[in-house]
C-alpha cells in the first residue's frame, strides 16, 4: 500500500469508529423504549394465544395464569370453523365494508377533485366538510338514532317531499336498519377519504396537466393517464385504512341498533363484545380475535407486497 492510499484511509477508519459509537450509543439511548414498546405488543399476544387454547373464563375461579388447568388445545378454534352465527356476523360486516368503502372513496375522489382547485370559500366549505370526521363515533350514533327514529327529521322530510305522512320504523326494520348503519359510516367517514386523495391530487405535477390540457386531451384522459398512476399508492392506503376500519365498526352501530333487531345489524365486533361481557366465554374469545388478526394480517401484506411489485414492475 503507497503512501497515497495509506493517507487516504487514514480519516475513514475514525469515521467509521464514530459512526459506530454513535449508533450504539443511539441503541443504549433507545433500548429501554423499544423494550417496553415491544412488552405492550408481545405480552397481551402471547396472553391471548395462551388463553384461546384453554376453557378459561372470570366464572371459572381460576386467575388466568392458572388457566392451563382448563387446557382444551385446539377445541377454540375448531368451534371458530363451525359458529354459524360468527359466519354470519362476518358477513354482514363484509357486506357493510362492500357497500361503504367504494361510495366513501368515489365521494371522497369527488370532492377531492372539486376542492384540488381555488373557489370562493373554499376554506370554509373545508372546514364544514371534515366535520364529520370529527364527531366521535358515540356521538354520530346517537345522532343518527334520533334522526331515523319514526317521528325523526327523516321522516318528516319524506314526509314534506312525498306530500303524505311517511313514519318508516327505519331501525326495527332488518334492511332498513342494515341500510342507516351505512349511511351513518358513509357521513362519518367520506371526509377521511376526502383528505386523503386530496392529499395524492395536490402531488400530482401540475406541469404534466398543463401539457395535458394544451395537447387536447380531455378530463378523463388526463385522470385515467397522469392523476390515477400517480395516485395509486394513495388510493391502495386509504382502501386498506378504510376496509381495516369497516371491519371493525362497532360504536355507531351498538348505539344505532346494539346489533338488533335480532342479529340483523350484528357485525363481528358487537358479536365478539356481546360474547364477552354476556356469555363470558374469554378462551373462545381469545381464538376468534386471533383468527381475525390473522386473516386481516395476511391481507395487508399480500396487498403492500403486490403494491410493492407494481412500483418496481413501473
Known amino acids: 500500500m503507497t503512501s497515497a492510499e495509506i493517507s487516504k484511509d487514514m480519516p475513514a477508519r475514525p469515521a467509521a469508529r464514530e459512526a459506530d459509537e454513535g449508533a450504539r450509543l443511539g441503541l443504549r439511548l433507545t433500548l429501554p423504549a423499544q423494550l417496553l414498546v415491544l412488552f405492550i405488543s408481545v405480552f397481551p399476544l402471547l396472553m391471548q394465544l395462551y388463553i384461546s387454547l384453554t376453557d378459561w373464563s372470570?366464572?371459572?375461579g381460576l386467575g388466568w395464569p392458572r388457566a392451563y388447568e382448563l387446557w382444551n388445545g385446539f377445541a377454540n378454534y375448531v368451534d371458530v370453523?363451525?359458529?354459524?352465527?360468527?359466519w354470519s356476523a362476518l358477513g354482514r360486516t363484509a357486506l357493510v365494508m362492500v357497500v361503504c368503502v367504494p361510495v366513501e372513496f368515489l365521494l371522497g375522489l369527488a370532492l377531492a377533485t372539486l376542492f384540488a382547485d381555488s373557489f370562493p370559500g373554499?376554506?370554509?366549505f373545508y372546514s364544514i366538510l371534515i366535520m364529520p370526521m370529527m364527531v366521535v363515533p358515540a356521538v354520530a350514533g346517537y345522532m343518527f338514532y334520533m334522526l331515523f327514529q319514526s317521528g325523526g327529521?327523516?321522516?318528516?322530510?319524506l314526509s314534506s317531499l312525498l306530500g303524505m305522512p311517511v313514519t318508516v320504523a327505519w331501525l326495527s326494520d332488518p334492511m332498513l336498519a342494515m341500510l342507516a348503519v351505512m349511511v351513518a359510516d358513509i357521513w362519518q367517514w367520506t371526509p377521511l377519504m376526502f383528505l386523503i386523495l386530496l392529499a395524492g391530487l395536490v402531488g400530482v405535477p401540475e406541469d404534466q396537466m398543463k401539457a395535458a390540457t394544451l395537447l387536447g386531451a380531455s378530463p378523463w384522459q388526463k385522470f385515467r393517464t397522469i392523476v390515477l398512476p400517480r395516485m395509486k399508492?394513495?388510493?391502495?392506503i386509504a382502501l386498506a385504512i378504510r376496509v381495516?376500519?369497516?371491519?371493525?365498526?362497532f360504536d355507531t352501530l351498538f348505539i344505532m341498533t346494539g346489533g338488533g333487531p335480532g342479529v340483523a345489524t350484528e357485525t363481528i365486533s358487537v358479536y365478539i363484545y356481546k360474547i364477552t361481557t354476556q356469555d363470558l366465554i374469554w378462551g373462545y374469545v381469545a381464538a376468534i380475535a386471533l383468527v381475525i388478526l390473522l386473516v386481516l394480517s395476511v391481507a395487508c401484506v399480500w396487498a403492500i407486497k403486490r403494491m410493492a411489485r407494481k412500483e418496481r414492475a413501473a
Do not use: M
Open 58 to 60: 372470570p366464572l371459572s
Open 81 to 86: 370453523a363451525g359458529d354459524g352465527r360468527l
Open 122 to 124: 373554499k376554506r370554509v
Open 153 to 157: 327529521p327523516v321522516n318528516d322530510i
Open 233 to 236: 399508492t394513495i388510493i391502495i
Open 244 to 249: 381495516i376500519e369497516c371491519f371493525k365498526i
